[in-house]
């Protein structure tokens, strides 16, 4: 009789953790890419039914392709390398568990206006590492409240893929004389990973705005920019150019831009755009975190100091 009874405890128990496994995998939702086959889209299509798309029958990026994605840049970090410009002017689609979530466009370089929706820069190695699927944020699908539970986001959440990454924020802008300003910004760690980004008080400020104009304002209608930024081209960012930032960890720089034809006074709509690294594939993974990668734009109002 107690045979009996352990037996049927057993396959209560191997029930039980069936059950617990089905529910694990329901849990999960594998997050992949498929490029949308040829003649369906024009380059400008905003407007997309994506249930009525004919996609390839294979992903262009496979769910175990992925190892993170970053929110605060909008970027999928890779564990292979893909190749981008074969696709320039193609489109794409994110499906989650066979759900399509939106749709995209591989929107090439050379082109003189902006995207109507996510993109992708397919001039490979140009901008991004081959194994880093950034999604420009030119589009209205990115806009609006960024924090917000997307079928996205909650599909990053499912699938343990999603980082917050790092928030960036412009805080001070002061007039240093008639064309030069000195701007404030701080570099915030909202993810659980150390996360190394440039620091332009180690690459100098001509390194900096070599890869970032720095700051510009506007009022009254009235835009201002430098007439000629003063930068250092080089070709590599060095190690030593990054600053490690802890979970939870601030960075605060001030960064003097020169050049302006004229600085008004009183209140300004300040803009900045905080650049991510690039550098060859492979490299954004470390020891003890990951480089950003990506570019953080900010609007702000305020005070000329």
Known sequence: MKTISYFFVLVFLTSCLGDIEIYRNNLQSDIEIYIVKEGQLTLYDADVDLNSLKLESQPWVKSSEIELYDWSSHTFFLNTEKVKSKYSSRHFVVVSAEKRLFAGVFFPLYMSSFPQLPSISPEDGLFYPNNVIHFGQLGHQFTGNPDGLTEFKK???????????IKVELTRVKKKNQTTIEYT???TNIDKENIYVLDPDKMGAS????????AWFSKDNTYYFPNQINYTAFEKVQDSWYFKL???EKMTRNVELSNFPSIPAGK?????????SNMKSGKWKKSDGRIWIGDYFIEKELEME
């Open 185 to 187: 910004f701080q570099v």
């Open 155 to 165: 599909a990053l959440i499912s699938a343990d893929l999603l980082r917050e990454g």
């Open 207 to 214: 390194r900096f705005h070599y890869v970032t104009n720095g």
């Open 268 to 276: 300004v709509k300040c803009s900045f755009s905080f650049p991510g």
């Open 246 to 248: 802890n979970p939870g």
